[in-house]
């Protein structure tokens, strides 16, 4: 009683004052002692967090003390693993993260007291709290409390500060253990309930501001415990995939890019995707916690950040209002004129005026399905112009000269000189809202005739010629460049090898090798297509050279089923339009097939 007639100031230190009193000891499992603390803090207002709370939990094990801390960054169980929740525990001044094997319902921001802990060291040095009893004291707080750092990270000796607890908070009633009634009161009705009682979901919360979030570059390896705030910048197409182990799953590939400027690509997969893919809109902002972080693999992305991060159910993404501070694109466009120099396989971003569209026409695909192809002409101020093949949907968009178009992911190709290729996770952007935009409007206008230089070649000039000999030698280093190159070479056919077999029997619709009259895979017929080796001669050298398929139909002038008659019913006529084959011709060499020589 004489605690009560004291009335200190500090809600904490009349709990203390209680407990020091009593002479009791919590960890020995009075647990009537904790149950009359909770119905101290009742009985008094709480107006802040506790003073240097995350300092005195991690230097020192539970011994009845009350911390009251602000939760966020709730990371929920994985169904699939034990049930263990992870959280962020902050005083205003620091924050450190938090683990427990028993979920109390809690959301986003909400205050509470904590009087069973145990601060634990991980094997990377870091230190984390594992508790095992809260109580839920405020909720309805919009925000993070203060501006915490890391402990982990940013540990010092400075004094730390109280901090307040908004007046906005809500206080939630606690039951009383010596109320008799408590069990006999009736529910209340379903509208109020929904109101005061904590969801036992994890509440998405639109509206969330959080300061002191990491930048994207701060991102790396050995990255925990983090939070992010970006804006969605791309979108992919959902991925179906099957794995021998876990069987069918899927992914949606996305691009982020937070208020610096600095992207970084993301993967969300399987329960991830049914969780998130609903809320998860183009140009929106969110928070992002406590993703994977690993390499990135550069194959198949344009953004330039050697991390890439890997987020499933188990991650935390919150919308939050939008943040003008944070772009709504993220470029890196390329000069046309550089691509020249860029490897084959390299995505890259470019922008640039369209010049010609071409017809859309329909290409039939090695595995026998159809699909449709456009190119277009595209050039920019550098003086140069390249070829770019639309594929699939991307061919059948409304397109016209002049027009400004931003491509973000087209692959670099080696195709006639250099081409570029869209591919499934190509973005296209008419006139977007960048400063490159209005350079390449002004550029256009300065100039009625453009004299450009091309970088995809049409036609083959002399310079472009390579005699035998140089690739021959060339072939050397092929071992250390497998997917070797392309060249033009100009000679003469001396022979042409067709007694020991000049066609396969391949399947009509996909064209792979068969024994039998009818395709395992798409059950189609089998017709002849031609596989036959030839050699070719410039002066300088001589080489071998592997002919197939329509290659073979462009020297010959016939299909193989033609030639494949011709030579049961005339085999003279067979043996003269072979004959008459040879002679000078230009041919395009991959140089692998120098192996051959």
């Not at 690993?294 to 987020?311: G, H, I, P, Q």
């Amino acid at each position: 009683g004489d605690v009560y007639k004291r009335q200190p100031q500090n809600p904490i230190d009349v709990i203390e004052s209680r407990r020091r009193e009593t002479s009791l000891n919590v960890s020995a499992g009075n647990e009537h002692l904790i149950s009359s603390i909770i119905h101290t803090i009742d009985t008094m207002k709480i107006t802040s967090l506790t003073k240097a709370a995350v300092k005195s939990m991690v230097k020192e094990d539970c011994d009845g003390r009350l911390n009251i801390v602000q939760v966020y960054a709730i990371k929920p169980p994985d169904s699939s693993k034990k049930p263990r929740v992870s959280m962020r525990i902050s005083d205003g001044c620091y924050f450190i993260r938090c683990i427990t094997f028993h979920m109390p319902e809690l959301r986003n921001f909400d205050i509470v007291g904590i009087t069973d802990y145990k601060p634990v060291k991980l094997k990377d040095g870091n230190l984390v709290i594992h508790f095992t009893k809260a109580e839920r004291l405020y909720s309805d707080v919009k925000k993070l409390i203060g501006s915490p750092v890391d402990y982990n990270r940013e540990n010092s000796n400075e004094e730390t500060i109280s901090i307040k607890i908004p007046a906005s908070a809500k206080r939630l009633e606690q039951p009383s253990d010596n109320d008799p009634t408590q069990e006999e009161q009736e529910e209340p009705p379903q509208e109020e309930a929904s109101q005061n009682e904590p969801s036992k979901e994890y509440i998405i919360q639109p509206s969330v501001e959080v300061k002191g979030v990491m930048p994207i570059k701060a991102l790396g390896l050995h990255s925990s415990d983090w939070t992010i705030k970006v804006r969605l910048i791309r979108k992919g197409e959902l991925k179906k995939f099957t794995r021998e182990k876990y069987g069918e799953s899927y992914l949606l590939p996305l691009e982020f890019i937070d208020s610096e400027g600095t992207q970084i690509c993301a993967t969300l997969f399987s329960s991830g995707v049914d969780k998130y893919q609903s809320i998860l809109t183009p140009l929106s902002c969110y928070l992002i916690s406590n993703g994977t972080i690993k390499m990135a693999n550069k194959t198949y992305t344009s953004v330039r950040n050697d991390f890439a991060m890997t987020l499933d159910a188990t991650v935390t993404i919150q919308p939050v209002a939008d943040d003008p501070s944070i772009p709504r694109a993220g470029y890196c466009f390329m000069p046309i004129a550089k691509i020249a120099e860029v490897p084959s396989g390299t995505m890259i971003d470019i922008i640039g005026v369209v010049r010609t569209v071409r017809e859309v026409t329909e290409f039939g695909r090695r595995d026998g399905t159809q699909t449709v192809r456009r190119g277009i002409l595209l050039c920019d101020d550098s003086g140069h112009e390249i070829e770019v093949t639309l594929w699939g949907a991307f061919a059948e968009g409304n397109y016209s000269a002049d027009d400004i178009l931003a491509f973000k992911g087209v692959r670099v190709s080696d195709y006639n000189g250099k081409q570029l290729n869209t591919t499934s996770d190509t973005a296209i952007t008419k006139d977007p809202e960048h400063e490159r935009t209005n350079e390449l409007k002004t550029w256009r206008l300065g100039k009625e005739d453009l004299e450009l230089v091309s970088l995809t070649s049409k036609s083959v000039s002399a310079e472009d010629m390579l005699m035998l000999a140089e690739v021959i030698k060339s072939g050397e280093a092929l071992d250390a460049d497998p997917k070797g190159m392309m060249c033009w070479v100009s000679g003469s056919i001396i022979m042409i090898v067709h007694d020991k077999g000049f066609y396969y029997m391949g399947c009509k619709k996909c064209k792979r090798k068969m024994l039998d009259s009818v395709c395992d895979k798409c059950k189609e017929e089998a017709i002849p297509y031609y596989m036959f080796n030839m050699k070719i001669s410039d002066g300088t050298d001589s080489i071998w050279v592997h002919v197939f398929g329509e290659q073979g139909e462009a020297l010959l002038k016939k299909p193989a089923g033609e030639m494949l008659t011709l030579q049961e019913k005339d085999s003279a006529n067979f043996k003269q339009t072979f004959d008459k084959t040879k002679g000078d011709v230009i041919f395009v060499i991959p140089h692998r097939c120098t192996r051959c020589s």
